[in-house]
């Protein structure tokens, strides 16, 4: 027999997700029942309480003056890494350009130094905590990369604290291989390609980890044709997939997403509209990152031009040494004044798009009935108020699986 779990009622807004028209659907004085984990119900408070009385719930929380959200979903992060950058922040502000200090044996290659040097129990330990923080404001579902490991071992070293860190942890982790994000130093840049395709890859998808491959096709890094090739082998593994495109310099790397019918082309700072109506057409989900904007000085992607082109653009952190931010609120500020993006439009990019950014066709990122129940209450009467109210952490709880699992709620007497 299905238990009445959680009532969660007189929600100054409640969010389920996108509407018909592509709009938010919301509900005011909104409530939603939780059964065995998954949402019951959706709806006005008084619809709800009809139908799954909050006395009878083991868990009546009354969300009064407050917005209930689908917990965030993150599809995009570099968040097990090892080490301290700090100083090349210092450095960025003096003017350093990012592709000079990593020519310098800095940015990534530096994080690959400390990740080989550190234990696999610190390895779930640096992870852990970041989940920890992300799960604090608000990010239920979360991709998280390898690629500071950069050979064989270390990459499927990472692999396995992301399965160890999952494991334990609230949040719904989502495993990408990236052994191609940089050329390891000393190595040859075709070899290192014919490494990863050859051993990397095949071992990889067999441990069983990822679902997703990625690569960081950029001027100096890797080719366009070298991304070919890495990807086009990962998809014969079975790993799905997502590319780094477009990010300093515009190489054809969101037309390759199109060409390879990618999950997500991932950053797009100097994609243009042709890039954005091939990703529309080939339904590949545009990811903006506008942290890493803010985090690098440079100028934010252009979102209308995927919308004009049909493409429902998902946003993330991008959380990384280079652009330390565990908060998804935070990516919501920046895309609606840096990007000028509606807060209804951000928080459908940070939610249901975001999920399809991950492949994530299960209701993810929604609440409707039937989906699980993941979400956030927010100190605010709307969804506004998460970008509005910048400055601070504006998430009150978070709910997953309809159990409260990080910060307080306001229970029935």
Do not use: W
Not at 116 to 131: H, I, K, W
Not at 233 to 249: N, Q, S, V, Y
Not at 335 to 355: I, Q, Y
Request: aromatic share 4%; hydrophobic share 40%; charged share 25%.
């Amino acid at each position: 027999m299905s238990d009445l779990q959680t009532v969660v009622h007189g929600a100054s807004e409640l969010v389920v997700g996108p509407a018909s028209d592509g709009g938010l659907r919301a509900y005011d004085d909104g409530a939603v029942a939780v059964v065995d984990g998954d949402v019951a119900m959706v709806g006005p408070s008084d619809d709800v309480r009809r139908e799954y009385p909050a006395e009878n719930a083991d868990s009546g929380i009354d969300a009064s003056g407050q917005t209930v959200l689908p917990g965030f979903v993150d599809p995009h992060t570099h968040a097990l890494f090892a080490g301290d950058r700090s100083d090349e922040f210092a450095a960025k502000l003096r003017g350093k350009p990012y592709q000079e200090i990593l020519a310098e044996g800095g940015g990534i290659l530096r994080t690959v130094g400390a990740v080989r040097e550190a234990s696999d129990e610190q390895l779930v330990a640096n992870l852990t905590a970041q989940l920890d923080e992300m799960l604090e404001h608000g990010t239920t579902t979360a991709e998280v990369k390898t690629g500071y490991g950069l050979d064989t071992e270390t990459e499927l070293r990472m692999l396995d604290a992301i399965e160890a860190a999952a494991a334990d942890h609230p949040v719904d982790v989502v495993g990408t291989f990236m052994g191609a994000h940089a050329t390891p130093d000393g190595r040859d840049p075709a070899d290192y390609v014919d490494e990863v395709i050859e051993d990397q890859i095949p071992r990889a998808a067999e441990q069983g980890v990822a679902e997703f491959c990625d690569v960081f096709c950029e001027e100096d890094v890797f080719t366009v044709e070298q991304s070919r090739r890495i990807l086009e082998a990962g998809r014969e593994h079975g790993l799905a997939p997502k590319i780094h495109a477009e990010e300093f310099t515009r190489l054809g790397s969101a037309q390759l997403a199109a060409e390879l019918d990618a999950v997500s082309a991932d950053h797009l700072l100097h994609a243009n509209s042709d890039d954005a109506r091939a990703l529309a057409e080939s339904g590949v989900t545009p990811v903006l990152l506008p942290g890493t904007a803010f985090a690098l000085g440079e100028d934010y992607a252009d979102p209308e031009q995927f919308r004009n082109a049909g493409a429902p653009v998902a946003l993330a952190t991008d959380l990384n040494p280079n652009c330390y931010s565990q908060s998804m609120g935070f990516v919501l500020a920046l895309a609606c004044n840096g990007m000028r993006m509606a807060p209804a439009d951000a928080l459908l990019g940070a939610t249901a798009h975001a999920a399809r950014a991950i492949d994530r066709g299960d209701g993810t990122g929604t609440l409707r009935e039937g989906t699980a129940a993941d979400l956030a209450i927010v100190d605010g009467p709307s969804h506004v108020h998460v970008p509005y109210n910048f400055g601070v952490n504006s998430v009150d709880a978070v709910l997953k699986d309809g159990a409260v699992v990080a910060g307080e709620v306001a229970a029935d007497a």
